[in-house]
């Protein structure tokens, strides 16, 4: 391979979406004019949430972003705020589940493409020397491990792909269950008037606590170097 070929395609495929620090900026500017009220926006969201056809597009377009390791996780702003946590964690799983298992597939294809360095290489190294159903456990479940790392070192690795499946099941369904709880709560208390309930809290306490561990494992995976 020459110094020109691609060394990290979702990398490469991330530099031509152009448009996102452009959507970004809109989203800046939406939220501090806001044309439209937080009750208006519920509205909305609901109905759209009770459409099928929208759902199932949301879902879709997460699993062809995960699947080339782009970012996928925006879908849960537009479920889980309009779903059950149930339901919310169910579209979620599937979604990241699906997505990676087509980057598993598609980093199986670009094994000699992508050398990783940095953070990234380090979260590969460690998978190659313990890339067990566990350890690919932890790292789903907590934050600052980037998901797309983690499916294509599956691929790059050749992790075996019932461990790789399932830790990615059960990694998941534990991370997006925090997370599509705690957005669910916030805005039914928002759209209630800011009231707090237990429920609300405690998922919000559990998110804290996993990003907290997530901060941890990094800074200390970040320092073997050191």
């Known amino acids: 391979m020459s110094d020109e070929t691609i060394r990290d395609p ?5 530099r031509k979406l152009w448009i996102l620090p452009g ?3 809109l989203g800046l500017v939406v939220s501090i004019w806001q044309p439209f009220s937080m009750e208006e926006l519920m509205t909305w969201g609901r109905a759209a949430a009770a459409n099928p056809l929208i759902v199932g597009a949301i879902v879709v377009v997460m699993i062809l972003l995960f699947a080339f390791g782009l970012p ?3 879908g849960l702003w537009l479920i889980a705020p309009f779903q059950t946590p149930l339901v919310a964690t169910a579209l979620l799983v599937t979604a990241s589940v699906l997505g990676a298992l087509g980057a598993y597939a598609f980093s199986r294809r670009l094994r000699g493409d992508w050398k990783p360095n940095g953070f990234s290489g380090r979260v ?4 190659s020397r313990r890339g067990g159903v566990m350890t690919q456990t932890a790292l789903r479940i907590l934050p600052g491990f980037p998901h797309s790392v983690i499916n294509f070192a599956g691929g790059l690795l050749l992790l075996p792909l019932l461990a790789f499946t399932f830790s990615a099941l059960v990694g998941l369904t534990v991370k997006w269950g925090v997370y599509a709880t705690a957005v669910h709560g916030l805005a039914d208390a928002v759209e209630k008037g800011g009231t707090m309930q237990a429920a609300t809290i405690y998922p919000l306490l559990a998110l804290s606590a996993l990003l907290l561990a997530g901060a941890w494992a990094r800074a200390r995976l970040a320092s073997q170097d050191s």
């Not at 979702?10 to 991330?14: G, K």
């Not at 590969?124 to 998978?127: D, I, Q, R, S, W």
Request: proline share 0%; no cysteine.
């Open 10 to 14: 979702a990398r490469d495929l991330a």
């Open 23 to 25: 959507l970004i900026l």
């Open 72 to 74: 996928g996780s925006f």
């Open 124 to 127: 590969v190294e460690l998978l």
